[in-house]
């Protein structure tokens, strides 16, 4: 991270003054404006954000346990250095330098003591942010989209968090830190520019899946396994062997795939096999056969026909169509 930025950062707050003097407790009237009397409470936007602001950046206060809490936003944490442990709907999240958290408005969450030397931001999100981020996905299946679309429904009745451990990921890693640089330094039509960076973030942790960890449970989590292994072995990964490590009858799983996402194993893998090789046209020098090899097509006639059928247009004209769209420097 920038190192004038760090230092920043690592200031002691007027809030963290207070505690260090010997208020060892969570001002809760600096997060809620309603009965803050309860075991739980919720922390409101309205509080964090100025009116008319979508996003804002929050230095995560240190040297204190924050109490069992909900939010009326969607909150991401990064984490800049040092480590902090968090228990979210029960679950124990330790949260590394490097590190993605995302928590929907209904997680129950609780942060224990933070020394001077773990610095973390939280991203104050409110969900209609979301919208141009959820343009730039594709519609191809994914957790990470479905957690997003949860997110903009009201009951939040999917995966309470999302733990991403991208520290060695460096395109999502300077993502991020332009996130919170742009932010932080009050950049002007920052709105635009931090939704189109927070799309292309989503479209990079679209590609780190495997480092995702959830409190899924039940039909969810199944749903997600399934998705991660497409993700990792969408070239050559057959429904038997996703049977065999699941540990399920394989025509079970192959119905219970159809009920739960719509679309057959055999679908899924193809869409997520040509929204890749619509990547590498787009963006690589490799011939369209290579293309095809790549994301696991060996007969070029078959990947030609259902190329064209997805995106009613050849390989070839698709890589010239992307080309003319791409303005030169």
Not at 118 to 130: G, K, M, R, T, Y
């Amino acid at each position: 991270m920038d190192r004038h930025l760090y230092d920043e950062l690592k200031k002691i707050t007027s809030e963290e003054k207070q505690i260090l003097s010997g208020n060892a407790r969570v001002d809760r009237e600096l997060y809620s404006t309603g009965n803050t009397d309860g075991d739980i409470h919720t922390v409101e936007a309205r509080k964090l954000l100025e009116a008319g602001k979508l996003i804002e950046l929050r230095k995560h206060t240190r040297f204190v346990h924050f109490p069992r809490h909900t939010h009326d936003y969607v909150e991401m944490i990064y984490m800049c250095s040092g480590s902090t442990r968090q228990r979210i709907n029960g679950h124990d999240v330790v949260l590394s330098e490097g590190e993605l958290l995302l928590l929907n408005q209904k997680a129950e969450h609780e942060i224990f003591p933070a020394g001077e030397d773990d610095i973390a931001v939280n991203f104050i999100i409110l969900p209609e942010f979301f919208d141009q981020v959820l343009r730039m996905m594709t519609d191809e299946a994914n957790a990470l989209r479905d957690f997003v679309i949860d997110c903009l429904q009201s009951d939040c009745a999917g995966a309470g968090y999302m733990h991403f451990k991208v520290a060695q990921i460096l395109p999502v890693q300077n993502l991020v830190e332009n996130l919170i640089w742009s932010i932080h330094n009050h950049q002007p039509n920052r709105r635009s520019m931090n939704q189109m960076t927070m799309g292309l973030l989503f479209l990079q942790l679209m590609n780190h899946m495997d480092r995702m960890e959830t409190d899924a449970v039940g039909e969810e989590q199944l749903v997600i396994s399934v998705l991660r292994y497409i993700e990792e072995h969408y070239r050559d990964g057959e429904l038997t062997e996703l049977a065999q490590i699941l540990h399920y009858d394989i025509s079970w799983l192959s119905r219970e795939i159809r009920r739960q996402t719509g679309r057959t194993y055999t679908e899924l893998v193809q869409e997520k096999r040509l929204n890749q090789a619509a990547y590498l046209l787009a963006h690589t020098a490799m011939s369209v056969m290579d293309v095809g090899m790549a994301v696991g097509y060996e007969n070029q006639s078959y990947f030609h026909r259902i190329f064209q059928k997805q995106f009613q247009m050849t390989p070839r004209n698709y890589r010239m169509k992307a080309r003319e769209s791409t303005p030169t420097s």
